[in-house]
């Protein structure tokens, strides 16, 4: 699939699902708390800290997105660019964890056909429900799914704002090597492709989280590491999008 296709199928398949397809927003935000646009969930800030009242209850959007937070990987990796395009499917206070699981493995195994058996999932830590989800539900292996810390499985948008767990689905270049010992931080072996967020909490300055009015979602996956494993280039950068 060329990025074009893989753009126009990840929107068209949220659009199936009652999803309204939205333009990217400027990568200058209107929102004063950052720089640039780093998220595809940024446009949508306000409706998640109950500012403003979403126009419709689901969105899906391919935002160019500048992520000054990982400037420092750009050049040192094959996956981290200046500039790239996040894809996102979005409930504002509508579905939650257990159907952005649902339709995040359908659309990457089912119309991506990505090998369930190349995929890894990570869960935060104390998400027991996500990995129930994972587990019982899409019936991955527990060895599969990796449970991990703040860091990694905790977003926030920066330092105050909407937040919440997340689980992100990872995929293996490299099966041969075994489940025995799994290090999603191996880069050479794994490429984080989708995050899932399940935003419902707000970060005052002080670091204390508030419920949200709402349980939403928010989700981001990269359309060039997509474009990457789809076409079966060793970097981003020798995808046809670049
Ligand atoms: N906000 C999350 C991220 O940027 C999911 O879209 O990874």
Not at 121 to 142: K, N, R, T, Y
Not at 165 to 194: K, N, V
Request: proline fraction near 7%.
């Amino acid at each position: 699939l060329s990025g074009r296709e893989i753009r126009e199928t990840f929107l068209n398949f949220f659009a199936a699902r009652q999803h309204h397809i939205l333009p990217s927003a400027s990568l200058v935000p209107e929102d004063p708390t950052v720089l640039l646009t780093i998220a595809g969930m940024l446009p949508f800030k306000p409706i998640f800290l109950g500012q403003r009242s979403p126009d419709f209850p689901r969105a899906t959007t391919s935002q160019k997105c500048i992520r000054t937070n990982d400037i420092e990987n750009v050049g040192r990796t094959a996956r981290h660019h200046t500039f790239f395009e996040m894809l996102g499917n979005f409930s504002f206070g509508d579905y939650f964890k257990e159907q952005a699981i649902a339709w995040g493995w359908e659309i990457v195994t089912k119309v991506f056909s990505l090998p369930p058996d190349r995929l890894i999932v990570s869960v935060f830590e104390q998400d027991d429900e996500a990995f129930q989800i994972w587990h019982e539900q899409v019936g991955i292996p527990a060895h599969r799914i990796q449970r991990m810390g703040e860091d990694d499985n905790f977003w926030v948008s920066g330092p105050t704002g909407p937040c919440g767990p997340c689980s992100e689905i990872y995929y293996d270049f490299h099966p041969e090597q075994g489940d025995a010992t799994i290090d999603l931080e191996d880069d050479s072996r794994f490429i984080e492709l989708y995050n899932l967020v399940f935003m419902q909490y707000n970060r005052d300055v002080a670091g204390n989280l508030t419920p949200l009015q709402n349980q939403n979602i928010d989700t981001g996956m990269g359309l060039e590491r997509m474009a990457q494993v789809l076409q079966g280039v060793p970097n981003n950068y020798e995808t046809d999008l670049i």
